[in-house]
C-alpha cells in the first residue's frame, strides 16, 4: 500500500481541502494521511471564518507521518501564513517524499481569502524550490507574477516564468477563464509546452475541483507515472469527476469521487 500525505486546511463542509485530497487518494488505492494547516468554518455557500494551526504543530504531523511511513508523494494546499510555509517547506526538506505538488491556495472560488497577503512571497523563497509541480490557476499566476494572465498566450508565458521560479513543472489552470468554450490548462516542464484541454462541463458543481486535480496528480506520481502522464490522468479524472458532479446544500456542489483508471507505466 502507498502512501501519500495531504498538508492542508480542513474543510467543513467536506468539498474541499484535506477531505477531498484524501478522497481522491483513496480513489486512487492509495493510504492517505494529512497535516491540517488550517481549521476552515465553511460549507457549499463559502468561507465563514478560519484560523491557521501552530506552525510547529503542522510541522509535527508531518515529522509524525514521514518518519514512520514512506510517502510516495505529498501534495500542499492551503498553508495560511508566511510561517506556516516556512514550517512546511522545512519538514518536507527533513523527509525523503517521493515527489511534491504544491497548489498556491490563496483566494477559493468563492472569493475568499485562504492566504495572509504578506504570505505570497514566502511561496517563492521557501516551497517553490521543492515542488515537482506547481498547480497555479489563472488568479494565483497573477498573484505570483504581479501581471494579468486572462488568456491562452498569458497561461503560457505565466507557466515558463513561473519554472524559472524554481519548481520542476508548472500547470497554469485556466478554468477561471469563463469566456472559452473548453477548460484549457498549460503545462510546462521547463522544455516541453503542452495545451492540456477538456470540454467545459455546464455544472455549478465545482467546489474542490483544484484540490481535487493537484491530490490526483500526487496519486498518480506516488503510483510511479511520469510528470506528464500524472497531469494528463488527473485532468481526465477530475473531468469525469465533474460529469458525474453532484448538488449538496445551497451552494455549489462537487465532483464525485470516482475509482480511478490505474495508471500505466511511467512514461511521458
Given at each position: 500500500m502507498r502512501v501519500a500525505l495531504t498538508i492542508a486546511g480542513s474543510d467543513s463542509g467536506g468539498g474541499a481541502g484535506i477531505q477531498a485530497d484524501l478522497h481522491t487518494f483513496a480513489a486512487h488505492g492509495l493510504h492517505g494521511t494529512?497535516?491540517?494547516?488550517?481549521?476552515?468554518?465553511?460549507n457549499s455557500q463559502g468561507v465563514l471564518a478560519w484560523s491557521a494551526v501552530e506552525p510547529a504543530l503542522i510541522a509535527?504531523?508531518?515529522?509524525?507521518?514521514?518518519?514512520?511511513?514512506?510517502v510516495a508523494a505529498a501534495k500542499t494546499g492551503m498553508l495560511a501564513t508566511s510561517a506556516g510555509i516556512e514550517a512546511v517547506a522545512l519538514a518536507l526538506r527533513r523527509h525523503a517524499i517521493g515527489a511534491l505538488v504544491v497548489d498556491p491556495v490563496m483566494v477559493a472560488r468563492s472569493g475568499d481569502r485562504l492566504l495572509d497577503p504578506s504570505a505570497e512571497r514566502a511561496y517563492v523563497e521557501f516551497l517553490l524550490p521543492l515542488a515537482d509541480v506547481l498547480t497555479p490557476n489563472v488568479f494565483e499566476a497573477e498573484v505570483l507574477l504581479g501581471r494579468p494572465v486572462r488568456d491562452a498566450d498569458a497561461m503560457r508565458r505565466a507557466a515558463r516564468d513561473l519554472c524559472a521560479m524554481g519548481p520542476r513543472s508548472v500547470l497554469v489552470k485556466g478554468g477561471g477563464i469563463a469566456a472559452s468554450p473548453v477548460a484549457l490548462d498549460v503545462f510546462f516542464d521547463g522544455t516541453e509546452m503542452l495545451d492540456l484541454a477538456a470540454p467545459r462541463l455546464d455544472t455549478p458543481n465545482t467546489h474542490g475541483t483544484g484540490c481535487t486535480l493537484s491530490a490526483a496528480i500526487a496519486s498518480r506520481l506516488a503510483l510511479g507515472e511520469s510528470l506528464v502522464a500524472a497531469v494528463r490522468g488527473a485532468k481526465a479524472y477530475l473531468t469525469e469527476g465533474l460529469r458525474r458532479s453532484y448538488s449538496v446544500g445551497h451552494g455549489r456542489g462537487c465532483p464525485r469521487p470516482h475509482q480511478a483508471v490505474a495508471p500505466g507505466p511511467a512514461t511521458g
Open positions: 494529512s497535516a491540517i494547516t488550517a481549521i476552515t468554518a465553511q509535527s504531523q508531518i515529522d509524525a507521518v514521514a518518519s514512520d511511513m514512506a
